[in-house]
Every structure is written in structure tokens, then in C-alpha cells.
């Protein structure tokens, strides 16, 4: 389970607003990449906060009206949307919203713990924790976040556009989304730079 230890040992060593980021939606055809940033009080503690992944959707839920109806958390999400995606790739597309969501948080954090690997010129000093979201309580409930957030709007996206079935696989590559795919053709949130919708688009 996730603790304060990775946040208590960067204000120990003299930073003291602390974030925690991290991402949903690396992976899907279509919709938008979600980064998501918090700041959590230094006294903070959760019963079953984890990695959103670790969680029912029902717990998610819950978390999430939690964390941000609490007027002691900072938090910001962004979404980088397709357009962005195809044009930079989805590394740079998550990288460019991490660094958004440091630079919106306010209070502005003096350091960040981030899921996964180092980001490149990210605007303050980070660390990155390779499965962070089950390690730290403040990328915890940032997976909360991205996860819930980006979950909401493809379920807004799949009234938009019905058919692909994104309110249940929220864009991710299972094989019902891949066959209405190949049926109805790539919709305007599709990733055109994925190989799977690329293909379809040449035909292939």
C-alpha cells in the first residue's frame, strides 16, 4: 500500500509542497491522454487509497469525490487531446501534460514524485517511481484523478460517438473496439498515429 515516505523524505530535504503526478490513457486507440497532479496535506492518510488500477470502479468513484471535494488537497488534471497526440506522440503528449499540471497547481510545488520514468525539462525537481501509484499516496490519488476523469469523458465521448463502445472499454484496444473499428471506420478521436487505426486508414 502506498505511504508518505517518498514525500516525507523530499521535505526533509527542504521542499515542501510536494506533488504527486501521474497518467491514464497511455494506451487506447482514441480519446485523450489524462495527467493528473495533487498535492496532499503532510499528515494525510487513506484506509484503501492505491493504484486506481487496484481499485473497483465503484472505490474510484468514491475516491475521487473525495480527494477533490477536500479543500485541504491542490490538485489539477489535464487532457491532451488526439490532435496533440498524433502531432508529438504520446510519450511527449504525457510528458507536455505532467508539465502543464506542475505549472498550474497552486501553490506551485517545489518538487514532484512521478509515476513511471524521469520526464525531460520538467519545470521543477523531480523523482520518479517505477510503479509509484502503489508506492506514494500522492501519485495515488493522482492515477484516482487522471483514471476517473478520462473515464467520464469517454463515456460522454461514446453518446458523441456510438457504436465503438467507449463507455465500456474507454477507447482501450480490446477486440469489440478493434471490430467497430474495422465496421464503422475511425471516428475524429481516434489516434491516427497508432498502428492499429493507421492500418485501417491505408486500408491494410
Known amino acids: 500500500m502506498p505511504t508518505l515516505d517518498h514525500e516525507n523524505r523530499l521535505r526533509a530535504a527542504g521542499h515542501r509542497w510536494i506533488a504527486g503526478i501521474d497518467e491514464a490513457g497511455r494506451g487506447p486507440l482514441a480519446g485523450p491522454v489524462s495527467v493528473a497532479a495533487v498535492i496532499l496535506p503532510e499528515d494525510f492518510e487513506h484506509p484503501w487509497l492505491n493504484d486506481s488500477k487496484q481499485l473497483s470502479h465503484e472505490k474510484r468513484e468514491r475516491l475521487y469525490e473525495e480527494i477533490t471535494g477536500n479543500p485541504l488537497i491542490r490538485w489539477h488534471c489535464e487532457m491532451i487531446g488526439v490532435a496533440e497526440i498524433d502531432r508529438i506522440n504520446i510519450l511527449q503528449a504525457t510528458w507536455l501534460g505532467m ?59 461514446a453518446v458523441k460517438y456510438p457504436g465503438y463502445g467507449f463507455e465500456i472499454h474507454k477507447g482501450y484496444p480490446t477486440p469489440r473496439h478493434q471490430e467497430a473499428l474495422k465496421r464503422l471506420g475511425a471516428c475524429p478521436e481516434h489516434r491516427r498515429s497508432f498502428a492499429p487505426v493507421a492500418q485501417l486508414e491505408l486500408g491494410l
Open 99 to 157: 508539465r502543464r499540471c506542475a505549472l498550474a497547481l497552486d501553490p506551485r510545488p517545489c518538487a514532484a514524485l512521478i509515476d513511471g520514468k524521469p520526464v525531460r525539462d520538467f519545470p521543477v525537481p523531480h523523482v520518479a517511481l517505477v510503479k509509484g501509484d502503489s508506492l506514494s499516496y500522492s501519485i495515488a490519488a493522482a492515477s484516482i484523478i487522471a483514471k476517473v476523469s478520462r473515464d467520464r469523458l469517454m463515456v460522454e465521448m
